[in-house]
């Protein structure tokens, strides 16, 4: 809010101010500071007021000043008026008095200025607030094989398909044999059921084409994501072992 003003007299008149945001602003201010209301009558003081104000501007920017005069120019002209005698009006309707048309745009801007105040520090409010946001969902945890990486059952792949020398291109036209990952997912769980665990290289070693390396990598694992085996490494570079993990209700005797 502006501070008040500190005059001294008519003739030399300091307005000290800590931000100024135009016209409609100072004339508010000399007004609400003479506590007159804001009516034609109390326009002489203030239009003297004002343009005693409007003398010592010499650092505005020419659009604050062209501004100003255009407000001094409006006073005067209701001073003007106020004094001197007003013709008859010729037609029944008369003119609405100068004074109580700037009166009436003053109470106006005053409502506005108060309602931008409001919506100012609703604006505020709003800005220190913060919504809750929902809690994050709770994932399952993952049981991640033990002392074992991708990288390594990747280098065992790719060992193995080092090992395998490229075919020989065929005479005739042969159907290429076709394994998919549930027929493989079927025999490494058969293969497993006895109880016994499996290398990683040797079930890739048994595969008979890249392409069954391949689908025999990915049933691997998607038993490791189902969680029916459980894999190893004893030791580095030792091959992965596969093993199958009991059902949560059998007991170590077997019962």
Known sequence: MPAPFKLKSNENYI?????FEGPMDLLLHLIER???????????RVTQQY???????????????AEFLVMAARLLYIKSTALLPRPEPEDEEEEEDPGEALARQLREY?????????????????LRTYVRLAPPPTME?????EGLSVDALLEALY??????????????????????????????????S?????????????A????????TFLAVLELIKQRPVKVHQPRPFDDILIEPVPPPDASPSGR
């Open 51 to 65: 343009l005693d104000y409007m003398a010592e501007l010499e650092q505005l920017r020419p659009d604050d000043i």
């Open 110 to 126: 005053k409502r506005f200025k108060q309602k931008a105040a409001f919506l100012k520090e609703l604006e505020a409010r709003g």
């Open 141 to 145: 945890k993952r049981l991640d094989p």
């Open 159 to 192: 060992e193995v398909l080092e090992e395998m020398n490229p075919p020989a291109p065929p005479v005739h036209s042969i159907a290429p044999l076709e394994v998919t990952i549930e027929e493989k997912l079927a025999e490494l769980s058969q293969r497993l």
């Open 208 to 215: 008979r084409s890249r392409m069954e390396i391949i689908v």
């Open 34 to 44: 003479e506590e007159l209301p804001i009516t034609a009558i109390s326009l002489s």
């Open 15 to 19: 307005i000290h101010l800590d931000a």
């Open 194 to 206: 006895s109880g016994r665990s499996l290398r990683f290289k040797q079930v890739l070693r048994q």
